[in-house]
């Protein structure tokens, strides 16, 4: 992971179920650096400390949204990873490949929508499917190379 991506963990009122600073981490290693380039920060919060952050509603893609309803967020090279939208009733969290992996579906989707911002600016219209094309690209990669062990086991499951 680049040592210029700082992760940070602010609350208000909240505990997180399950230790998410390592997750992050470890889900950052598997980034290739050269699509960290621009990015600063990772934010890991709760929608409570998003009200306050960033008030109002906001609007893309002619949709409004509150930033504090999201389960995450770009914003000018800054990801906000809001764990109370993420974990909403996943008892699951305990498992630590699951908890890494749900984590990951939405970090690597912010990333994506980062990654359009830096690589390939300009008018899209559908942000969503790019960041979505490019969550499953890294998200693939991180299970390949990090979980190379259940490879057989997702193959009988599939």
Not at 10 to 20: C, G, L, T
Not at 31 to 59: D, F, Q, W
Request: proline share 3%; hydrophobic share 40%; net charge positive.
């Amino acid at each position: 992971m680049s040592s210029k991506v700082k992760i940070v963990e602010q609350y208000y009122n909240y505990r997180p179920p399950v230790h998410v600073y390592g997750a992050v981490e470890v889900l950052m290693r598997y980034v290739p650096e050269e699509h960290l380039s621009g990015l600063h920060t990772i934010n890991v919060t709760n929608s409570a400390y998003m009200r306050e952050a960033l008030k109002g509603k906001y609007t893309q893609d002619k949709r409004r949204f509150r930033a504090a309803d999201c389960r995450g967020l770009y914003w000018h090279g800054e990801i906000w990873l809001i764990l109370d939208q993420i974990f909403k009733a996943d008892s699951l969290m305990i498992i630590p490949a699951l908890r890494t992996i749900f984590i990951g579906d939405v970090l690597y989707h912010e990333i994506g929508h980062h990654i359009h911002r830096m690589e390939q600016p300009g008018f899209r219209k559908d942000k969503e499917a790019f960041a979505d094309e490019w969550k499953e690209r890294l998200m693939q990669m991180f299970i390949r190379q990090h979980y190379w062990y259940l490879r057989g086991v997702l193959k009988l499951l599939t």
